[in-house]
């Protein structure tokens, strides 16, 4: 991400960003709001923005935490580039496109989103945590969720990504594949005990953070709790956030 002396930053103080899956902008800017200093960022992503659109994400960007837009790009080369150039004015600090969507669209996006010491972090979706083996299957890959995941995780990194979205299960493989620098964020994170919900490959907190996740990726153990900000304190005690 950018700092606002304009160098790029390479951790959050606090590595959770909350994903705020709702499409109204006054409930997700007070929730940002209120989750200022127990989370490191907020994520916006397909429910948010097609209701609010970019001026909603300024809004929201307004409680001064930094913004993940996640719109998982997946599309020709040349329409993903725009869509990516579109964004930059947000002053968003990761972006996303499907890792699927191959190696001239990933190019053409890296290019798109500028510098790479400036930009965004951009990011690859590697296999949805939501998806099984038997779902890949279905979709006519041969592979396993890991190989899947490792693979386009490695095809993002040829093709000067900043990083991956994997779930995690996939960190410790993608880390030896990728190395150090390439930053892994993690969705599919649940207390112990809690719901997966459509979540099919999870952990907690702490075991994808000991992992070597950069950004876990959490929604509604914070978002649906009967007190978000408990919520948020008790993941981020966990992890010593
Ligand atoms: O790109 C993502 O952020 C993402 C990728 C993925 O493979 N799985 C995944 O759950 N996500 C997002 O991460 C968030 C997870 O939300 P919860 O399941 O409510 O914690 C949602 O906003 C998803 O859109």
Do not use: Y
Not at 63 to 81: M, Q, R, S, W, Y
Request: glycine share 12%; net charge neutral.
């Amino acid at each position: 991400m950018i700092d606002p002396t304009g160098r790029r930053t390479v951790t959050f103080a606090n590595p959770i960003f909350c994903a705020v899956d709702r499409p109204d902008v006054t409930g997700a800017a007070s929730l940002a709001r209120s989750l200022d200093g127990l989370v490191g960022g907020i994520k916006l992503g397909l429910e948010f923005v097609t209701a609010n659109g970019p001026d909603g994400v300024r809004k929201v960007a307004a409680a001064g935490l930094p913004i993940f837009l996640d719109l998982k790009f997946h599309d020709i080369p040349n329409t993903v580039a725009g869509a990516v150039r579109s964004s930059m004015d947000l002053g968003t600090a990761m972006l996303t496109l499907h890792a699927s969507g191959g190696p001239a669209m990933m190019r053409a996006a890296a290019e798109a989103a500028g510098s790479a010491e400036k930009r965004p972090w951009v990011l690859a979706v590697t296999v949805l945590t939501s998806l099984d083996g038997a779902d890949l299957e279905a979709t006519g890959v041969a592979s396993d969720p890991m190989a899947q995941a490792v693979r386009l995780a490695r095809l993002a990194a040829e093709c000067g990504l900043d990083g991956a979205v994997c779930s995690p299960r996939e960190i410790a493989a993608i880390r030896a594949a990728c190395g150090p620098g390439f930053k892994l964020v993690v969705p599919g994170i649940r207390p112990a005990g809690t719901a997966a919900g459509d979540q099919k490959r999870v952990m907690t907190a702490a075991e994808a953070l000991g992992a070597g996740a950069d950004v876990l990726v959490i929604g509604r153990p914070i978002t649906e709790a009967a007190d978000p900000r408990a919520a948020a304190a008790a993941i981020g005690a966990g992890i010593g956030a």
